[in-house]
């Protein structure tokens, strides 16, 4: 475990940096229209027949109200019509990239959203027939589902157990009554202790919870009230996110009051308290945001330095393809990434006109999938030997030493080292990883707007 220690007012002018969150490398602000669905279509057919497993991501851009924190790709709908058109155009998607790929071997499944499980029970049966058909899943396949606690009954925890869900992220964020009238999103203790029991009831045992802080209203006292709740429902695994506040990117959040907002110095003391709870509660820190039970895959993965990153976070996944299905969802696979139309609309045409939805995307060239081992290194590690790395992609290590000189006023302080070989970060690891990581990024600074560091 890397030392905390209390904000000073060089660790805070760090904390204000503004930087990618690295789900990706090369960053999603350099995607570009030069990657179409001709292109995409290639990359799955050089796929085609390889014996390697494929993770599938389905995107699934409802939910029944928008909450004000939210940085998602969703909208707000009531009625099923909207929903059942989508699904429908969903099946078709699974039909045309099935084509391409042919029937490759899955390893893992994840539903995110928006609110997957807004889909009707028999939508849901319809879509996982056609994956079974068009694809060869594994027996042992993770299936995991975000859901919103407010939207799970008994019977929909016993549903999606039979559609093979293995895995369930609930979306707590907070327990704090005027935090939660804050955002928008009201949900006592009794509906998320009750999503709780509805999944384990069901057979779904592996359960995430996401909190968050930084939060409008938010106080230290009630990120210890909320993470002493949670600790006490016991999921497998915690994500702890800072809210991201980017109302130039998502205009519901322009309802947030900026003047509501935890500063700098406070969003360290509510993520430092949040996180010394956890580890306290018997969680093993991973990475930047997460923390899982020492028998959880996640903690395994990391002790054995298997743990990947990719757009849903840290995850055991190490498929070379993530395949994403529905509007904005972003494939990955060995050649570059390739994003579906954002908009449900413009997906929708695509899908309907026979042919991939693929609206912009980013080749993989020159050192970009060396430095993006890189930033995955610090990030779910803090360290990384880049000499090794560089060896690996066929490189010198000077490519990557200019990065240090970014680096200096950590080095000099000591909370980053560098023997020549291997760098890490040994003190307020979480709270400057994101900013170390920034130095090995070589489009940095060329477009894009991003959240602050913590």
Same mark, same amino acid.
Not at 273 to 299: N, Q, W
Not at 309 to 335: E, K
């Given at each position: 475990m890397t030392r905390h220690v209390s904000p000073s007012a060089a660790l805070l002018d760090h904390a204000r940096r503004m930087v990618p969150r690295y789900t990706s490398y090369p960053t999603a602000p350099h995607f570009s229209a030069e990657v179409t669905h001709e292109t995409y279509g290639g990359w799955l057919d050089r796929l085609s027949g390889s014996t390697a497993p494929v993770s599938l991501y389905l995107h699934v851009p409802f939910c029944r109200s928008i909450c004000s924190y939210c940085g998602c790709t969703t909208k707000a709908v009531r009625r099923e019509e909207p929903v059942r058109a989508y699904a429908a155009d969903l099946r078709r998607e699974i039909d045309l990239v099935a084509a391409r790929l042919g029937p490759a071997a899955v390893s893992h499944l994840h539903w995110g959203g928006g609110t997957p499980n807004a889909l009707p029970a028999d939508c849901l049966d319809a879509l996982m027939g056609d994956l079974h058909r068009r694809f060869r899943i594994?027996?042992?396949?993770?299936?995991?589902?975000?859901?919103?606690?407010?939207?799970?009954t008994a019977d929909g925890a016993r549903h999606l157990a039979s559609i093979g869900i293995t895995r369930a992220s609930l979306g707590v964020q907070t327990l704090d009554d005027a935090v939660q009238a804050a955002i928008g999103r009201v949900q006592p203790l009794e509906v998320v202790a009750g999503g709780f029991a509805a999944l384990r009831a069901a057979g779904i045992a592996a359960i995430n919870a996401d909190l968050m802080y930084g939060l409008p209203r938010q106080t230290l006292h009630s990120i210890e009230a909320t993470v002493a709740e949670v600790v006490r429902l016991a999921p497998n695994r915690i994500s702890l996110f800072g809210y991201a506040h980017v109302p130039w990117m998502k205009s519901h959040q322009k309802l947030v009051s900026e003047a509501e907002l935890p500063g700098a110095p406070?969003?360290?003391?509510?993520?430092?308290?949040?996180?010394?709870?956890?580890?306290?509660? /018997?969680?093993?820190?991973?990475?930047?945001?997460?923390? !899982? $039970?020492?028998?959880?895959?996640?903690?395994? @993965? +990391?002790?054995?330095?298997?743990?990947?990153?990719?757009?849903?976070?840290?995850?055991?996944?190490?498929?070379?393809?993530?395949?994403?299905?529905?509007?904005?969802?972003?494939?990955?696979?060995?050649?570059?990434?390739?994003?579906n139309a954002p908009d449900a609309a413009g997906w929708r045409r695509a899908i309907e006109a026979g042919h991939l939805a693929t609206a912009k995307g980013r080749a993989f060239a020159g050192e970009d999938r060396?430095?993006?081992?890189?930033?995955?290194?610090?990030?779910?590690?803090?360290?990384?030997?880049?000499?090794?790395?560089?060896?690996?992609?066929?490189?010198?290590?000077?490519?990557?030493?200019?990065?240090?000189?970014?680096?200096?006023?950590?080095?000099?302080? /000591?909370?980053?080292?560098?023997?020549?070989?291997?760098? !890490? $970060?040994?003190?307020?690891?979480?709270?400057? @990883? +994101?900013?170390?990581?920034?130095?090995?990024?070589?489009?940095?600074?060329?477009?894009?707007?991003?959240?602050?560091?913590?």
């Open positions: 594994a027996a042992d396949a993770e299936h995991a589902i975000e859901l919103d606690p407010r939207h799970l406070e969003r360290i003391r509510q993520a430092a308290l949040a996180r010394d709870m956890l580890v306290a509660g /018997g969680y093993l820190e991973i990475g930047i945001d997460h923390f !899982a $039970l020492p028998d959880d895959s996640m903690a395994r @993965a +990391r002790q054995a330095r298997d743990l990947h990153r990719n757009f849903q976070g840290y995850t055991t996944d190490g498929a070379d393809a993530l395949i994403g299905l529905g509007a904005s969802s972003i494939s990955r696979t060995p050649f570059g990434y390739a994003q060396m430095r993006a081992d890189v930033i995955a290194q610090i990030l779910c590690y803090f360290d990384v030997d880049l000499s090794k790395t560089a060896e690996r992609y066929g490189f010198s290590v000077d490519v990557l030493l200019p990065g240090l000189a970014d680096l200096s006023p950590f080095l000099d302080a /000591g909370w980053v080292t560098f023997d020549g070989r291997c760098l !890490a $970060l040994v003190t307020h690891a979480q709270d400057v @990883a +994101r900013v170390v990581a920034s130095a090995f990024d070589a489009y940095l600074g060329q477009g894009g707007r991003h959240s602050v560091a913590v």
